[in-house]
């Protein structure tokens, strides 16, 4: 089952194997009660027959034997043993050598009877039956043996239900290898895909940092500038948003290829930056203050930022659909890519014009005219912060109806009140100030109808 679709191996080492098996079992009862797991398949698993000689130390003392010299004679007497070796020359003057090997008949050593009937000769002469050293019992052994570290191990290989992301099934397991306790000096370690995702992530994020260093110094050379540079790379962390949204919604798990499509799209969001400030630069080259760069440069770029943007999701949806033997290993980065694409491109319209005007001077500067009120009149506030007398209900940005009737009234008035006077009587300072207002009102106000 190890390395098949949905499956998570990981392996224990120990010294000792009985506690490693007896601990390699209980991790699999414990798996076995999850609910996101399918099926728990141990190495350790598939026997084969075999025959277990256990020597008893003492007996063998007595006999004048030793365990070791024990097993060199079953040895020789089961797999035979080399005597000698005979080279044999051809009239070519070519020699061959061949091994002469010797040992006992196959017929003596087939069953448990017959290996505890083998002659074991002692280091005085005498001869003992194996059974009067040793117990000879048949028994089952891994078909195959592992080690990790020079230490015995044993894989565990865990299938889970279709679905289930990856870093739940591994959280799942760590939490059943420590509730189990593992013995001192034990080791746990993931294998398969996991354990690829764990060497590769530092790789994955130091590329990541050199691809954003390698973009900010190109930007910089291309608008000389650092500036704006870093308003673009600004955009990249808007990627993780429709990242996250997008493996939310398909339940898919993060891996090698998800970094992989992380990185392509740090790239990719950093174009519709450029095209945009771009514009933008070359506008107030025409003239145009920041403030009216902005907002042309998203009226006229936006359709070939979102047609960009749309012909890139669209070239990876049959990757995302998954269509195609293998497309699954690239599913993740075609989802991530997506995402990604989609939040970036409609948030990226709205927030590099934002972020542009908060480091441009002329937009952070220009907050607008200041004015307040003195005895019903308005009254403009300059840089100073000094009160300058402007036309009431007059605003260069606002043009109502409602205005222009009560400035034309209040004209006529006092038109009629400047009229009614006495031309021969000479003009207080007041008058001639009233009347320098009313000039410059009626003059605005054919200006503003021409």
């Given at each position: 089952?190890?390395?098949?679709?949905?499956?998570?191996?990981?392996?224990?080492a120990y010294s000792d194997r009985d506690e490693l098996y007896d601990v390699a079992n209980e991790i699999e009862e414990e798996l076995l009660n999850e609910s996101i797991i399918r099926e728990v398949q141990l190495s350790i698993e598939d026997q084969i027959p075999e025959i277990v000689i256990d020597v008893d130390q003492e007996t063998a003392r007595e006999s004048g034997l030793t365990p070791a010299e024990i097993a060199n004679q079953v040895s020789q007497a089961t797999r035979g043993e080399t005597a000698l070796t005979v080279q044999i020359s051809s009239e070519d003057e070519s020699s061959q050598i061949y091994?002469?090997?010797?040992?006992?008949?196959?017929?003596?050593?087939?069953?448990?009877?017959?290996?505890?009937?083998?002659?074991?000769?002692?280091?005085?002469?005498?001869?003992?039956?194996?059974?009067?050293?040793?117990?000879?019992?048949?028994?089952?052994s891994p078909a195959t043996i592992q080690r990790a570290d020079q230490e015995e191990a044993v894989e565990i290989t865990v299938g889970y239900i279709a679905g289930t992301a990856l870093s739940d099934v591994s959280i799942a397991i760590e939490n059943v290898v420590d509730e189990v306790e593992l013995p001192e000096g034990a080791t746990f370690s993931f294998g398969g895909e996991q354990e690829i995702l764990d060497d590769a992530i530092g790789s994955m994020i130091l590329a990541l940092i050199l691809a954003i260093v390698f973009i900010y110094l190109i930007m910089a050379a291309q608008f000389?500038?650092?500036?704006?540079?870093?308003?673009?790379?600004?955009?990249?962390?808007?990627?993780?948003?429709?990242?996250?949204?997008?493996?939310?919604?398909?339940?898919?798990?993060?891996?090698?290829?998800?970094?992989?499509?992380?990185?392509?799209?740090?790239?990719?969001?950093?174009?519709?930056?450029?095209?945009?400030?771009?514009?933008?630069?070359?506008?107030k080259k025409k003239g145009l203050g920041t403030y009216d760069a902005l907002v042309e440069s998203v009226q006229l770029r936006t359709r070939p930022i979102i047609m960009t943007s749309?012909?890139?999701?669209?070239?990876?949806?049959?990757?995302?659909?998954?269509?195609?033997?293998?497309?699954?290993?690239?599913?993740?980065?075609?989802?991530?890519?997506?995402?990604?694409?989609?939040?970036?491109?409609?948030?990226?319209l709205v927030f590099i014009p934002v972020l542009y005007s908060l480091f441009d001077r002329e937009t952070r500067s220009n907050k607008g005219p200041r004015y307040v009120t003195i005895d019903g009149e308005f009254y403009?506030?300059?840089?100073?912060?000094?009160?300058?007398?402007?036309?009431?209900?007059?605003?260069?940005?606002?043009?109502?109806?409602?205005?222009?009737?009560r400035a034309d009234e209040e004209f006529e008035t006092k038109e009629q009140e400047h009229n009614s006077k006495n031309t021969d009587t000479d003009l207080s300072r007041e008058d001639i100030v009233k009347l320098l207002e009313s000039i410059v009102e009626k003059s605005k106000k054919d200006n503003d109808e021409k």
């Amino acid at each position: 089952m190890s390395g098949e679709a949905n499956t998570v191996p990981f392996t224990i080492a120990y010294s000792d194997r009985d506690e490693l098996y007896d601990v390699a079992n209980e991790i699999e009862e414990e798996l076995l009660n999850e609910s996101i797991i399918r099926e728990v398949q141990l190495s350790i698993e598939d026997q084969i027959p075999e025959i277990v000689i256990d020597v008893d130390q003492e007996t063998a003392r007595e006999s004048g034997l030793t365990p070791a010299e024990i097993a060199n004679q079953v040895s020789q007497a089961t797999r035979g043993e080399t005597a000698l070796t005979v080279q044999i020359s051809s009239e070519d003057e070519s020699s061959q050598i061949y091994e002469v090997a010797v040992g006992l008949d196959s017929s003596f050593t087939e069953t448990v009877e017959d290996l505890e009937n083998l002659a074991i000769a002692t280091q005085e002469g005498a001869v003992v039956s194996l059974v009067d050293v040793a117990e000879v019992t048949e028994g089952e052994s891994p078909a195959t043996i592992q080690r990790a570290d020079q230490e015995e191990a044993v894989e565990i290989t865990v299938g889970y239900i279709a679905g289930t992301a990856l870093s739940d099934v591994s959280i799942a397991i760590e939490n059943v290898v420590d509730e189990v306790e593992l013995p001192e000096g034990a080791t746990f370690s993931f294998g398969g895909e996991q354990e690829i995702l764990d060497d590769a992530i530092g790789s994955m994020i130091l590329a990541l940092i050199l691809a954003i260093v390698f973009i900010y110094l190109i930007m910089a050379a291309q608008f000389e500038s650092f500036k704006l540079p870093f308003i673009m790379l600004m955009t990249v962390p808007l990627v993780l948003i429709g990242v996250t949204i997008a493996l939310t919604v398909t339940q898919t798990a993060i891996g090698v290829t998800t970094f992989i499509g992380i990185i392509i799209l740090v790239g990719v969001v950093v174009n519709n930056g450029i095209v945009m400030l771009d514009f933008v630069n070359q506008q107030k080259k025409k003239g145009l203050g920041t403030y009216d760069a902005l907002v042309e440069s998203v009226q006229l770029r936006t359709r070939p930022i979102i047609m960009t943007s749309a012909t890139a999701i669209l070239g990876m949806v049959p990757i995302a659909v998954g269509f195609g033997e293998g497309a699954e290993l690239q599913q993740p980065m075609a989802i991530a890519v997506i995402g990604g694409l989609v939040s970036s491109t409609l948030l990226t319209l709205v927030f590099i014009p934002v972020l542009y005007s908060l480091f441009d001077r002329e937009t952070r500067s220009n907050k607008g005219p200041r004015y307040v009120t003195i005895d019903g009149e308005f009254y403009e506030v300059d840089e100073n912060n000094r009160a300058i007398k402007t036309l009431p209900y007059y605003n260069e940005t606002v043009h109502s109806s409602e205005g222009e009737e009560r400035a034309d009234e209040e004209f006529e008035t006092k038109e009629q009140e400047h009229n009614s006077k006495n031309t021969d009587t000479d003009l207080s300072r007041e008058d001639i100030v009233k009347l320098l207002e009313s000039i410059v009102e009626k003059s605005k106000k054919d200006n503003d109808e021409k």
